[in-house]
């Protein structure tokens, strides 16, 4: 079973530029959430999509935006990029019909804003 | 609102020793918890998790953590410590909310192992 896939690993963006990045969950997994990890900020979360809605969102601007399609699949697009954004996107898949709060990971996209 | 927090964000233990690694929670309601592990240039995976059954809890690469509910804590620990247990220890909590699919990281801890 294909574990969650995310591309593009890494990639370097300047200040003011957009960044799309994409996940895919693991297959039968509707729900993907989406965390930023930093050194000083730590995994914050950003958003969790089921079911092609945003069902949980976390205290990022507006600037940080997702959806998620029929297949599950998601993206998180991130506009005007700042230095400040530059991080490590991880995407996590769960069934998201369960409470338990398992999340399977991805290796992230390592963004970095110059 | 939910928090936890990591004591140490650095443990350094020889080789064959005990890991002990830390963790508080805060929560309204009864937690879920989880220790999650990541490696280099990885994503995270999961260790171990709690949802209310067995208060002692036991995970993979034998780590094992107890859920003491009067002292808010979900410590890991592993008896002895090997080379390949070098990595950062993430300690997280979820509500036990039905559909609520986000967790709340601790800051982290960093492992050592010394040889």
């Known amino acids: 079973k294909a574990g969650v896939t995310q591309t593009p690993r890494y990639l370097i963006k300047t200040r003011g530029q957009q960044v799309t990045l994409s996940c895919s969950p693991i297959?039968?997994?509707?729900?993907v959430s989406w965390y930023q990890q930093t050194p000083g900020q730590g995994l914050q979360f950003l958003f969790e999509?089921?079911?092609?809605?945003?069902?949980n969102k976390g205290n990022f601007p507006g600037r940080f935006s997702g959806r998620q399609f029929s297949n599950s699949r998601s993206e998180m697009n991130v506009s005007t990029l700042e230095l400040g954004d530059s991080a490590l996107y991880l995407c996590?898949?769960?069934?998201?019909?369960?409470?338990?709060?398992?999340?399977?990971f991805g290796e992230g996209s390592r963004l970095t804003v110059l | 609102a939910q928090s936890v927090t990591q004591l140490g964000s650095h443990v350094s233990v020889s080789e064959g020793a005990l890991v002990l690694l830390r963790c508080n929670y805060s929560?309204?309601?009864?937690?879920?918890l989880f220790w999650y592990v990541q490696y280099p240039n990885q994503g995270l995976q999961l260790l171990l998790k709690?949802?209310?059954?067995?208060?002692l809890v036991k995970g993979i690469n034998g780590f094992e953590a107890e859920f003491k509910k009067s002292e808010t804590s979900f410590h890991l620990t592993k008896p002895s410590a090997h080379m390949s247990d070098a990595a950062e220890y993430f300690c997280?909590?979820?509500?036990?909310?039905?559909?609520?699919?986000?967790?709340?990281f601790g800051t982290g801890t960093r492992l050592t192992i010394i040889p």
């Open positions: 999509y089921f079911s092609e809605t945003q069902r």
């Open positions: 996590a898949s769960s069934l998201g019909t369960s409470n338990t709060g398992e999340l399977f």
């Open positions: 929560s309204s309601v009864p937690p879920y």
């Open positions: 997280a909590v979820s509500s036990s909310n039905f559909g609520n699919e986000k967790l709340t």
């Open positions: 709690y949802t209310s059954a067995a208060t």
């Open positions: 297959s039968g997994h509707r729900s």
